[in-house]
């Protein structure tokens, strides 16, 4: 694997990361307004 | 809304592995560090969209003093201020690349971290207020005044004075002097942090909200009023 294919895969890794837990966070506050 | 953040996983997976695969480097760079681009000036961008929410927030507090006004323009500071370091970040890594070291007292380096201190003073300035509403008030009031001294900064200073920073997007041809698929990657770039940006705001509210006890959001986009306000 090239270095460029080796850094856009890192960073997709990276930014998946980062949705995951974006969306994990949106759920948790979604769930807490519902139990309001 | 839920469908577009969920499409924000695929689009931001190919638009970074698109930055990294698809656009050739740009002619006058050392290597691929013309592929910085795609990430340190949509961090720039989104720093200062960022602080022009907070600043039309704040205007709207200091009309109506709704402190959920306050509490979106605070949050959106904030986060102006993590892009802010990002494109610090991002710019120097550029910088330690094509022209030897991190840091060179570049005019625009100069100037956009003097906009982050400007913007950090806010957070200090809040810290040192106890009074819920003088902050808020003397917050909002710093927010609008930053705001007018940010052009200047961004725009205004690295313009007058020799840079080594490449030209900008904004330039005095006032043509983009980027190829076709750099000029795709770039722009979907900038729409995707600025999504994400507003993602992050949205969350951000969201807990002040909750934090505050006031009710969900009904969804019409208007911030719910304090009782008697």
């Known amino acids: ?26 759920r948790r506050i979604t769930e807490r307004e519902r139990n309001r | 809304m839920k469908a577009l953040k969920l499409l924000l996983l695929p689009y931001m997976a190919a638009f970074v592995a698109a930055a990294f695969l698809w656009p050739a480097p740009a002619e006058g760079f050392i290597g691929e560090s013309s592929r910085i681009v795609f990430f340190h000036v949509p961090c720039a961008w989104t720093a200062t969209l960022a602080f022009v929410v907070a600043a039309a927030y704040s205007v709207a507090y200091l009309a109506r003093r709704n402190p959920r006004a306050d509490a979106v323009a605070h949050a959106a500071v904030r986060l102006g201020l993590l892009f ?22 570049d005019p625009r380096q100069s100037s956009f971290l003097l906009l982050l201190f400007l913007y950090a003073a806010y957070l200090f300035l809040r810290a040192a207020i106890d009074d819920p509403e003088r902050r808020a008030r003397i917050g909002a009031a710093y927010a609008v ?17 020799e840079s080594l920073h490449p030209q900008t997007i904004i330039n005095p041809e006032g043509k983009i002097l980027m190829d076709s698929p750099t000029k ?21 509210s969201r807990l002040e909200r909750l934090a505050a006890g006031a009710p969900a959001p009904s969804g019409n986009g208007n911030l719910p009023r304090r009782p008697g306000v």
Do not use: Q
């Not at chain 1, 460029?4 to 949705?19: D, P």
């Not at chain 2, 005044?145 to 004075?161: D, E, S």
């Open chain 2, 145 to 161: 005044f930053a705001a007018i001294l940010m052009p200047f900064l961004v725009f205004v200073v690295p313009r007058v004075t």
């Open chain 2, 184 to 204: 795709v990657v770039f722009f979907a770039g900038l729409a995707g942090f600025t999504a994400i940006f507003l993602w992050l705001l949205e969350l951000e």
């Open chain 1, 1 to 26: 694997m090239n270095s460029l294919a080796f850094l856009a895969t890192v960073n997709v890794v990276v930014w998946a990361g980062l949705f995951l837990y974006l969306w994990r966070l949106d």
């Open chain 2, 84 to 105: 802010a370091v990002l494109a610090l970040v991002t710019g120097s890594v550029f910088a330690r690349i094509m022209w030897g070291s991190f840091w060179n007292w």
